[in-house]
């Protein structure tokens, strides 16, 4: 059986915490075995991430950091089949959506080389102000320190990397837990950073259960907490973490609006991928639709076909849409979410059951939702998206913003001030017109607002979040 050591800075070695076992979600079966961190583990990755910055990355060139990211990058390009063949086994998300994955960790990689060199201070005109004669100003960017990075089971290439490739530009060191569920993924990524020249000790990635993910937070000298997951787990993050820098890139239940001016077949078209790719498991996936009374038919009746067309079944085969959910327990949550809105009144017009696989839900499309139900005002995670009707803009938008979450958002129109109208009043951290809610590009500022989320991820955005502004003034008088 395949056994995997923790990632401690910079080298493979084995854990002090209770094994933990990797499974195939297709199949059930176990794929590997991984050790864990204990807290002695994780205490000795932050001293020597601490230690790393003070003596290392914080004074290496700039031209030194963003060398080692391009490198990285250029391994992970050639090692990119492999790490798409991994994470589809222990995930169950299908190969092409992996393999589409791993070429965007390349981007990210290169997007942070490019903002180290760009992205910089200002000066500051002192004497614009009376009494700064004399004077000049700095504001210069520098690294918060030790990072501490928590990433998701969903897209572990992408969600690591855009926590790791930006601190790591900006001269920060990073101790990484990766999700219970895709440990192995991750993992590489570490072999792919030390074999770029990344400086020993930059870098700790530390597999583990919740006892992991809270020692490492709370570490005094860690100065930066980076989490993606959902609201419940940030805010017991936030009640443990004392006066940290914060970035958190939440849950959500994305609204999209069909407009009576849309085109319809655009929207249904990227409607159901947004809706039902990686069975629904991404944060930005399309959950809630919303269409205009006078185009509701119609639109249905050309999403529903196009939902029959998604194929289930093996991940490694090329032509799945939907591989499998990444455990029974979330299989039987959203089985149990669609029995309750059926009981109270909603109506299935596809799916609403397994698959006869026994690993997968059916995609599946409920009209006749009250704001109350699960499945309309909590994240579903899963291949299930709910259809509204409504009358005006205004109903749109407060349907829309009717929600605890405001990560992203999707309006289908070809009304150029009825765009703006919904980009002005739309209560989320980013949206796309003629785009789905899960549309978005790796430059983009990403994140949300309400309990979706703090600060942004995302090219230079995300650079940002990994330095503080520090105010020097020269006195030349």
């Given at each position: 059986m395949n056994r995997k050591g923790i990632w401690f800075a910079g080298e493979e070695r084995a854990g002090r915490g209770q094994p933990l076992e990797v499974?195939?979600?297709?199949?059930?079966?176990?794929?590997?075995?991984?050790?864990?961190?204990?807290?002695?583990?994780?205490?000795?990755?932050?001293?020597?991430a601490y230690a790393c910055f003070k003596s290392t990355t914080r004074l290496l060139p700039v031209h030194r950091r963003a060398g080692i990211l391009i490198k990285a990058a250029e391994l992970l390009a050639e090692r990119a089949e492999d790490l798409a063949m991994t994470l589809a086994r222990e995930s169950g998300k299908p190969i092409s959506l992996c393999r589409v994955e791993a070429r965007r960790g390349t981007e990210i990689l290169h997007l942070a080389a490019e903002s180290a060199r760009f992205v910089t201070g200002e000066v500051v005109p002192m004497d614009a102000l009376a009494g700064g004669d004399g004077r000049v100003g700095l504001a210069m960017r520098t690294p918060f320190g030790v990072v501490a990075a928590l990433s998701p089971f969903n897209a572990p290439i992408n969600l690591s990397l855009q926590k790791l490739a930006p601190a790591l530009a900006a001269g920060c060191t990073v101790v990484l837990k990766p999700a219970e569920q895709t440990p192995l993924t991750v993992l590489k990524l570490g072999e792919i950073f030390s074999d770029a020249g990344l400086p020993r000790g930059a870098l700790s990635i530390l597999p583990g259960r919740a006892d992991t993910g809270q020692a490492l937070v709370s570490h005094p000298r860690v100065a930066l907490v980076s989490f993606t997951g959902s609201s419940a787990v940030a805010e017991k993050i936030q009640a443990s973490v004392g006066i940290k820098k914060l970035i958190y890139e939440l849950g959500s239940n994305s609204p999209n609006i069909v407009c009576v001016d849309a085109d319809l077949d655009l929207a249904a078209r990227s409607l159901v991928q947004a809706a039902f790719n990686s069975s629904g498991q991404i944060c930005v996936s399309a959950q809630r639709i919303y269409i205009q009374s006078k185009v509701y038919d119609d639109f249905l009746d050309r999403f529903l076909p196009l939902v029959?067309?998604?194929?289930?079944?093996d991940p490694m085969d090329e032509a799945v849409s939907l591989g499998s959910l990444?455990?029974?327990?979330?299989?039987?949550?959203i089985e149990s979410w669609v029995a309750e809105a059926v009981r109270e009144g909603a109506r299935i017009l596809k799916g609403g059951r397994r698959h006869e696989g026994g690993r997968n839900y059916m995609p599946t499309v409920v009209a006749d939702v009250t704001p109350a139900m699960k499945i309309q005002c909590q994240e579903i995670f899963g291949p299930v998206v709910t259809v509204n009707r409504f009358e005006?803009?205004?109903e749109a938008i407060r349907l829309a913003n009717d929600s605890a979450y405001g990560l992203r958002a999707g309006v289908y129109t070809r009304d150029l001030k009825r765009a703006f109208l919904y980009a002005r009043d739309l209560e989320v951290g980013g949206m796309s017109i003629n785009d789905s809610s899960r549309f978005r590009l790796d430059n983009a500022p990403s994140a949300g607002v309400k309990r979706s989320g703090l600060g942004r991820e995302g090219g230079r955005?995300?650079?940002?979040?990994?330095?503080?502004?520090?105010?020097?003034?020269?006195?030349?008088?």
């Open positions: 499974r195939i979600p297709f199949t059930d079966t176990q794929l590997a075995t991984v050790d864990t961190a204990s807290v002695e583990d994780v205490s000795e990755a932050v001293e020597a029959d067309t998604l194929k289930i079944g990444i455990n029974p327990a979330a299989l039987a949550r005006t803009d205004d955005y995300a650079y940002e979040e990994y330095t503080y502004l520090k105010f020097v003034g020269l006195n030349l008088a």
